[in-house]
């Protein structure tokens, strides 16, 4: 019981996180569900904008420090067939 009340907490916190990219909620949801663990490993620190937004993937231009910048890719959720990547 406390561990999922952990896990709430912590999809809470991502929700809450405010990028400088002015991302609807809907697509800031979807950024951290599919790069929510590089954030969290501190791959990136913002994600700064979209810089190619498609139909099968999007690609943001995140920031981190001290590698100024990194891209990062997401795909659709799951439920329409999904992964994730960061480079």
């Known amino acids: 019981m406390q561990v999922q009340a952990e896990l709430t907490a912590q999809a809470e916190e991502r929700r809450d996180y405010t990028f400088t990219y002015d ?7 979807w950024i951290m569900d599919s790069l929510g663990a590089f954030f969290e490993m501190h791959w990136f620190s913002d994600v700064l904008r979209l810089v190619k937004g498609g ?5 943001y231009q995140c920031g981190s420090r001290p590698v ?3 891209a990062a890719t997401t795909w659709p ?3 329409t067939g999904r ?4 480079a």
């Open 83 to 86: 992964a994730s990547s960061a």
């Open 23 to 29: 991302a609807s909620r809907h697509e800031r949801l």
């Open 55 to 59: 139909k099968e993937a999007s690609v």
């Open 68 to 70: 100024p910048r990194r």
């Open 77 to 79: 959720p799951r439920s």
